[in-house]
């Protein structure tokens, strides 16, 4: 008698190595609201961030057949000062593609690439995740949200350098002609995670991005570093402010161009004005 051989296929490796990706993260104990400080967001985000690549690289779709036309998957963190509980505390993973059933007739699926068109929808495999408690992201530069360091000895403000602000790079390439979808930096996307595809909308809320590209890439020109600290947040419809506890201790994900994550307990390790390699 002779045995069959035969090996594994790329897409079944990807599944597996998704699985020990979630799989990881629940043993390391971190969940929604559950402690872990700072080490702890900084894995789960880490861990996030390369479950987006491998979907990426699977090229998964928002139906069950599997089939996707033009996908894009992100990590979308919460910008929305209106919402005090989870403005720069949650996030959600998002994965867009077109809808060929709501293309117009006689219009080729492959060439709808605009964010913005009714027929580019989105949805979220999972539901929304907080990061640890009094954990928050450090937005980029620019933001509405007032980053407050702490008070020297003297009783002084201390300042925060370029390197304790996350950095998000604009998408490189023309993804929406809209404002539901912006991809200067830092991206920016309107949209309610839900696990049902829909276009976007205005009365989503705002959710900075960071998108992998289906060859598992960074889809962003520049840096894509993400900064973490030990903060509490005052927060109403009018503004937002974050009191960084300690101007000294931050957790870092960075995001290479090819999409390896690299991390960090030292804001020094990332130079601002440097590209990664």
């Given at each position: ?23 990881s993260a629940l043993f ?193 020109l520049g840096k894509v ?12 419809t009018q503004k937002a ?37």
């Amino acid at each position: 008698m002779t045995r069959a051989r035969r090996g594994f296929t790329l897409i079944e490796l990807l599944v597996v190595i998704t699985i020990i990706l979630l799989i990881s993260a629940l043993f390391l104990g971190i969940s929604t609201g559950d402690g872990g400080g700072l080490k702890g967001g900084q894995r789960i985000i880490a861990s996030t961030i390369r479950s987006v690549r491998a979907m990426a690289l699977m090229n998964r779709g928002a139906y069950s057949s599997g089939i996707t036309y033009n996908g894009r998957y992100r990590l979308l963190i919460l910008n929305d000062p209106t919402d005090p509980v989870n403005h720069l505390h949650q996030f959600v993973v998002a994965v867009g593609c077109v809808d060929s059933s709501k293309v117009s007739a006689g219009v080729d699926p492959t060439s709808v690439t605009d964010t913005a068109n009714s027929a580019y929808v989105w949805f979220a495999p999972e539901q929304p995740t907080s990061l640890p408690n009094g954990v928050y992201f450090i937005p980029p530069k620019g933001s509405t949200t007032t980053i407050n360091a702490p008070v020297d000895d003297s009783g002084a403000r201390m300042v925060l350098t370029d390197n304790q602000y996350s950095v998000i790079g604009p998408i490189a390439d023309t993804a929406s002609s809209g404002v539901l979808d912006t991809t200067t930096s830092p991206p920016k996307m309107l949209f309610t995670p839900v696990n049902q595809p829909q276009a976007l909308s205005a009365g989503g809320k705002s959710w900075y991005y960071i998108e992998l590209q289906s060859s598992g890439a960074s889809n962003h020109l520049g840096k894509v570093v993400l900064i973490l600290a030990n903060a509490a947040l005052r927060s109403d419809t009018q503004k937002a402010e974050l009191d960084i506890i300690n101007i000294k201790q931050f957790a870092i994900i960075a995001v290479r161009p090819n999409g390896d994550v690299v991390i960090s307990n030292d804001s020094d390790d990332i130079d601002t004005k440097k590209e990664l390699k």
